[in-house]
């Protein structure tokens, strides 16, 4: 899949060796040009065209991301640790339940700004995303346990069941033609109010396991 077809690279001099900001900088404009070709061409983008959108020489892109499926394994990866992290950060917050709203509201809003359906799936199975993915499981279980004690959230929710509502939000109003920009805020809050003890009757089914 990589396209090294027409970059030969010359000789490396001192003077054209990058800094660690400049590292820094090629690698975050580079993931951003790939998200947004991605998001225009699905997986018909070609590495040339991200190089050329982040406004840096092919093998620059190549240095950092040797295949294509190591760019898009970082852009999924990159988007799942700003999760984990929020989940992390908001564990120790004083009020368990608005912080598992919060939090279900930085999932929502990134998933409306990021769609990243092709690239999950083009990087299912990839260790790296796995490893990211297990981090934010492990911050969002804390998470969920401590709205659980807190009686914030019914007894039987797990996290198994928030991680699947995340996007939930988003789902709903992508079926409008359409839909005004915050609607999802709408849903997101007949959502946390049924994860609310309160009236609450017994599930039908378990929990799924994921």
Known sequence: MTDRSTWYPRPVT?????????ATRNRALLLAAAEAEFAERGPSASVADIARRAGVAKGTLFRHFPTKEDLIAAIVCGHIAVLADAARQLADAPDPGAALLEFLTIAADQ?????????????AGDPRVAEAGDALHTNLETLVERARQAGAIRADVTEADIFLM???????VENLAAPSPLLWQRYLAIIFDGLR??????????????
């Open 166 to 172: 995340m996007c939930a939000p988003i789902h709903i």
């Open 197 to 210: 003890p309160d009236g609450a009757h017994p599930l039908p089914q378990p929990a799924p396991v994921i």
């Open 14 to 22: 001192s003077t054209d060796r990058p800094t660690r900001a400049d």
């Open 111 to 123: 998933r409306q700004r990021h769609d990243l359906t092709f690239l999950q799936s083009a990087s």
